[in-house]
């Protein structure tokens, strides 16, 4: 129990220091996250969403300068149950407590279908990373690692989508990707905040801009807005979606690397 004691203070008061965040994250003004199916986002990503938007807090609506943040899900999960439609509603609600505006909150509902046995092909993951970091102007990206989080091949397939674009050196902004962690490690809630927080440990105490890593630790308001967005998912709430909120770790902290 001591390590997290000492170590979430010590975290919170550094969020959104350079010790904690790259300067291509703190300074973007259009990030974008590219998840595989509706709830992705807040199941997983909500610590960075919510911390990404708090760096810019003080900043004006209107104008360039503006904080516009956008989510793209390659999936809407719900034709193979005639449920798009209401997966696709359910996610403008998680959109909306995330502090992204319905016209950037995109559920894409084509030829990537929801199946856990089928890798999406990755030039047509990739077609829609450029398709919509162009029409965003996005200057950041955040999108699923090589393990998926769950292990989900459609969360890797986006991973290994924008791998391959970052690979062909093809003209995105710098992207972000999840850590996948063991299974014990995910459900330790913000303990685990002891194995997460030690790389960023050096430049918290010495001072030094992370370039390659990224870590965000949500605020108790913030895992509160985590939740609000889960919920407006209503079609996805079973029993076990309880014990997750308090359970997983991604509901609390990400940390990030660079692609
Ligand atoms: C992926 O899609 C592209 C473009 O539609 C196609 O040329 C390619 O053959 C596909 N790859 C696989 C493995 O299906």
Not at 6 to 16: D, E, S, T
Request: hydrophobic content about 45%; aromatic content about 10%; charged content about 20%.
């Amino acid at each position: 129990l001591v390590p997290p004691l000492i170590l979430l203070p010590l975290v919170l008061l550094a969020r959104g220091t350079p010790a904690l965040v790259p300067a291509d994250l703190a300074t973007a003004r259009r990030p974008i996250l590219f998840v595989a199916h509706p709830d992705d986002e807040c199941l997983f990503f909500s610590p960075a969403v919510l911390g990404m938007r708090a760096l810019h807090a003080g900043v004006p609506v209107g104008g360039e300068e503006a904080y516009r943040p956008a989510i793209v899900v390659m999936s809407s999960a719900g034709n193979n149950y005639g449920m798009g439609e209401t997966r696709r509603k359910e996610m403008m609600g998680s959109c909306e407590a995330l502090g992204v505006v319905k016209d950037r909150c995109v559920v894409l509902d084509e030829e990537l279908k929801d199946n856990p046995t089928q890798i999406w092909n990755s030039t047509i993951v990739g077609a829609y990373v450029k398709k919509y970091v162009a029409e965003f102007q996005a200057d950041a990206i955040i999108t699923f690692d090589d393990g998926g989080v769950s292990g989900h091949l459609n969360h890797k397939s986006v991973y290994w989508g924008i791998r391959d674009l970052v690979q062909a050196r093809a003209s995105i902004p710098p992207a972000f990707s999840s850590t996948t962690v063991w299974l014990l490690r995910k459900y330790s809630s913000i303990h685990d905040i002891t194995w997460t927080a030690l790389a960023f440990l050096p430049r918290m105490f010495f001072g030094g801009q992370v370039q390659d890593r990224a870590l965000f630790l949500t605020t108790w308001s913030e895992y509160l807005t985590g939740r609000r967005a889960f919920f407006s998912h209503a079609s996805q709430v079973g029993w076990d979606r309880h014990p997750y909120m308090v359970l997983s770790r991604y509901m609390m902290m990400n940390d990030l690397r660079r692609i």
